[in-house]
């Protein structure tokens, strides 16, 4: 039986590891290969992004060799899939080969789009991939004073982000000593500074304690680059000095041009993960369309669970639980303050006031990822 793991990810990296401990006996007696496709032979750790956006991180801490992180027994391949062939139970590969499957995972990931709002590429500043990272932070430390804006476009990954690289800003301006002479002015698409309730019921006080001006209802419809302006949808418009933006994001462009989901979002089952109408297709990740945050813990919950149910179909022909919806995210509040929120389908977010002592845990997660990324954890 072929197990077909496309992306090496957070997603498919939790889910083949998971898997190849479970089914150790039938690897090994070759009754189950575990194939992994990816289109990367780096595996990135994607929250050091905003560290090093603000020069807390070198970019080659994010990295580890992505072979380094699996199981032996994973059959692991950077070729990435071109061609989903569903009713062939196959994809082809960008080497040209043709690989076939029993069950296939997909874990392709997400993308920042911001080709889709003119202007938008040309004049902000984004911190999603590397090269943006560091570009990002070589703008910010020529940057003298005036107004910044921040501003975010849905759905994106990671919904903490736009908060965290908000109070970053604002302990970077600080320590080099001139946040008197900037503005922080941060823009979001819904009725409130945050998609969920509670989260924006913690972050605006601490926005108005920071000085940080707000301004919500607002979705990007343009950036004039040469007058400096940003334009909503809603009529209204901020100028700015420094733009920095976090687009709306789409699937990966194998699953959009593929036809798998609209704007690269596979239609996904919330509780058992398979793809809408097929049994054997399962998705995970950023690249599901359930509306619930992209965020790695997700990815991670739901690679567990599919790791539990792949491996009792395998086992015993049926999957044994439901994914309930589980989300775990630090919310870097500072420079050494952090909390969290931690919540499921049933249950809302709850953050707590900042502390050290969370901000320490997840400076230590920083590190535990690889380990987490591993199944270890
Ligand atoms: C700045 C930033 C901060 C973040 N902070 C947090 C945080 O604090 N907490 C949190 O939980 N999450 C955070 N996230 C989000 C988290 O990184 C993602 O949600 C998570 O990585 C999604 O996992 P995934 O497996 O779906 O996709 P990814 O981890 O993005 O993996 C996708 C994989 O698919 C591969 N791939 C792409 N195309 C193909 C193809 N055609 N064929 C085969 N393989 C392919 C890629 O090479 C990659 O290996 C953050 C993200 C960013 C950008």
Redesign the pocket.
């Known amino acids: 039986m072929n197990i077909l793991i ?8 939790i889910l083949a590891n998971n898997l190849a401990r479970r089914l150790n006996p039938e690897l090994k007696s070759g009754k189950v290969r575990i194939i992994m ?4 032979e780096r ?1 990135m750790y ?2 050091g ?2 560290y090093v956006a603000v020069g807390k991180m070198m970019p080659d801490e994010m990295y580890r060799d ?1 072979r380094s992180l699996l199981e032996p027994t994973i059959e692991f391949s950077v070729d ?3 061609q989903f062939n569903l009713d062939q139970n196959s994809v082809k590969t960008k080497s040209g080969a043709t690989i076939k499957y029993d069950i296939m995972a997909i ?4 993308r920042m789009a911001p080709e889709t709002i003119p202007g938008l590429a040309e004049g902000a500043e984004t ?2 991939t590397e090269d943006t990272a560091v570009k990002m932070f070589k703008t910010l430390q020529g940057f003298q004073g005036g107004k910044v804006v921040i501003t975010v476009g849905v759905p994106h ?2 919904p ?2 736009p908060l ?1 690289i908000t109070f970053m800003l604002n302990d970077y301006f600080k320590e080099r000593g001139i946040r008197d002479k900037v503005q922080l002015h941060y823009t979001y698409p819904i009725g409130r500074v945050h998609s969920l309730e509670n989260v924006a019921k913690w972050a605006a006080p601490e926005f108005d304690r920071l000085g940080i001006t707000y301004e919500t209802l607002f979705n990007m419809k343009e950036v004039d680059v040469a007058n400096k302006v940003l334009r909503s949808e809603e009529g209204t418009d901020t100028k700015y000095d420094l733009l920095i933006a976090i687009p709306a994001h789409r699937g ?1 462009e ?1 699953i959009e041009k593929g036809g798998l989901g609209q704007n690269g979002w596979i239609p996904t089952n919330r509780t058992r993960l398979n793809m809408e109408g097929r049994n054997n297709v399962y998705v ?4 599901t369309n359930i509306p619930i945050s ?7 919950f739901e690679a567990e669970a599919l790791g539990e149910n792949i491996a009792a179909i395998v086992k015993v022909g049926t999957p044994v639980r439901d994914y309930d919806g589980k ?4 919310i870097q509040a500072g420079k050494d303050k952090a909390t969290y929120a931690s919540f499921n389908y049933s249950n809302p977010p709850d953050p707590k006031a900042p502390s050290r002592a969370i901000h320490w845990f997840k400076l230590a997660y920083n590190k535990l990822y690889w380990s987490s990324a591993r199944g270890l954890l």
């Open positions: 496309v992306g090496g990810g957070m997603g498919g990296t496709l990816s289109a990367s595996h994607q929250p992004l905003l992505q990435p899939v071109e874990a392709t990931g997400s911190f999603y990954k990671c903490m982000a965290e990966m194998v995970l990740g950023d690249t992209k965020a790695g813990s997700t990815a991670h989300v775990f995210c630090f």
